[in-house]
Structure formats: C-alpha cells, structure tokens
C-alpha cells in the first residue's frame, strides 16, 4: 500500500515537474536570447520559412547589444511602450471602479429586473471581441474617437467579465454585515468602501491582473481603430515578426515585465480569490 501511494507521489510530481518546465521554457528561453546579440538573433530566427535556421539555448558571448538598441537608438519601441502604458492603466482602473460598483449592485442590493440585466452580461461574455469590431468601428467613426486611445479604453473599462467575476467575490460578503451597517444609518457608499471592498481585494488584484494582460497584448483594435502607427501600442511591433527581429527578445523581456511584477505583487490575493469562486 504504501509503495502504491509513492509510486502515485512520484508520479504526479514528476508529471507537475514536467508541465512546469514546459510552460517556463518560452519565458526562460526568451530572457537568455535577449542577451544574445543583434547579429546571433539574425542568424539564429529565420521567419522567411517560419522556422529556427538554428536553436541556441545559450548566447555565444554575453551582450546588451538588444537591450542598448532599444533603449538607446531606436526611440520608437519605448514610445510606443508607453503608448501601451497609456491605453492599459486607465483601462484597468476604470474597469476596477466601473466593476466593483456594478458587481455591488448585482450581488447586494435589490431592485425591479436586477436579474433580467445580469442574464444580460452574461450573454455579452459568450461574443468574441471579433464579432463587436466592425459595428464597434462605424460608431467610433459617427463619434469621432477613431484613432483615439478612448476607442479601446472605453469598451474595456465596461467589461462583463469584469462585473461577473467580482460579483462572485462580493456574493461571500455576508449580508449580516451588511445589514448591521444600515441599521446604524450607514449609506451604501459608505458600506462598499468600508464593508464591501476590504473583503473583496483579492477579487479586485485578479481582475487588474487580467484586464492588464489582456490589455497589454491588445493587437486587433490598434490595427483598426487607429489610423496614426505612431499610437501603435507595443504589442502590434511584437506581432510583426519581420520587423527588427535582431532585439524581438529584448522587447519580449520588456513587455513581459509589468504583468509579472502585479502578478507577484498580488500572488497570494489571486489563488485566494481563485479558490473562492
């Protein structure tokens, strides 16, 4: 019996083992390619068939040649990093307020068709950004706000996904609580700062954490929202493979950079909020 449960231990920690090396193999391989240098990089990627002309999984000589061309000779990757900053910061702030007072309302308070709206959201979840581009389009256009960062904060900030993930995190609240408040004259403003949001700040750091990265990587509004490449975010310069492949790796590392540093930030609020839903 006992050979029988290490043999199984064995076996799951090998296969975890296995998975993890998988998953961090890309990440950890793009951090040692970036200190290759730009000539090895060519040398190395050949994208006119789509493939590695060679797989080096260690640079020949240490350099900071990528990290020195995009830093310091070619101003166009920072800026258009912080145009990337500069869609995804207010998007996830808005999408934080908007969501947490929404998922207030829909897990806490009553009112006439409360459900019929939240069915609703949970339609609008199952469409594809895809499908929401062109008629997206033609309304930025009637508006004006084509070729305006709005036309991709705006719909992020009002994200079903959003309030539905929160509801579930403000769904434990418990309502004693909550009742105990009002029956001491608290307002419901005052209940969803002082009640509502300390108890749903893990809910709170995995929806930043997944509205920053799906944010962060957003490719297909730019390309047709905006007419002016100088408001590309980064994240369209990463998706051209052909382009400058000689500090692709350095600009992977750069752009990789701000979603793990509010993934560890928040780690342990995340699996906590996870394990609740």
Do not use: H
């Amino acid at each position: 019996m006992k050979k029988k449960l290490q043999i199984k231990t064995i076996l799951k920690y090998t296969l975890l083992i296995i998975l993890t090396v998988i998953f961090l193999f890309p990440v950890v391989y793009m951090i040692i390619s970036s200190f290759m240098s730009g000539k090895e990089v060519i040398d190395m990627l050949d994208f006119t068939t789509g493939s590695y002309a060679s797989l080096k999984l260690f640079p020949e000589d240490f350099s900071l040649e990528q990290y020195y061309k995009v830093f310091f000779r070619n101003s166009k990757y920072l800026s258009e990093f912080w145009n990337s900053v500069i869609i995804t910061l207010p998007t996830v702030i808005g999408q934080l307020v908007v969501s947490s007072l929404a998922a207030f309302a829909f897990g806490k308070l009553k009112f006439p068709g409360r459900d019929k709206i939240f069915f609703v959201y949970m339609i609008l979840l199952i469409l594809p950004i895809q499908v929401t581009l062109v008629p997206s389009y033609f309304m930025y256009q009637k508006i004006n706000l084509l070729n305006n960062v709005m036309s991709i904060i705006l719909p992020g900030t009002f994200s079903a996904f959003g309030i539905c993930l929160l509801r579930q995190s403000v769904r434990y609240v418990s309502d004693t609580s909550i009742e105990a408040a009002r029956v001491d004259g608290a307002s419901y403003i005052r209940i969803f700062f002082q009640i509502i949001l300390p108890q749903i700040r893990g809910g709170l750091i995995s929806l930043a954490l997944l509205t920053f990265v799906d944010t962060w990587g957003v490719v297909e509004q730019p390309l047709i929202y905006f007419t002016d490449k100088a408001k590309y975010p980064l994240s369209v310069s990463l998706s051209a493979s052909t382009a400058n492949i000689d500090i692709v790796f350095a600009c992977g590392v750069m752009f990789m950079i701000p979603a793990l540093i509010i993934y560890f930030l928040g780690e342990k609020d995340v699996r906590s909020s996870f394990s609740r839903i």
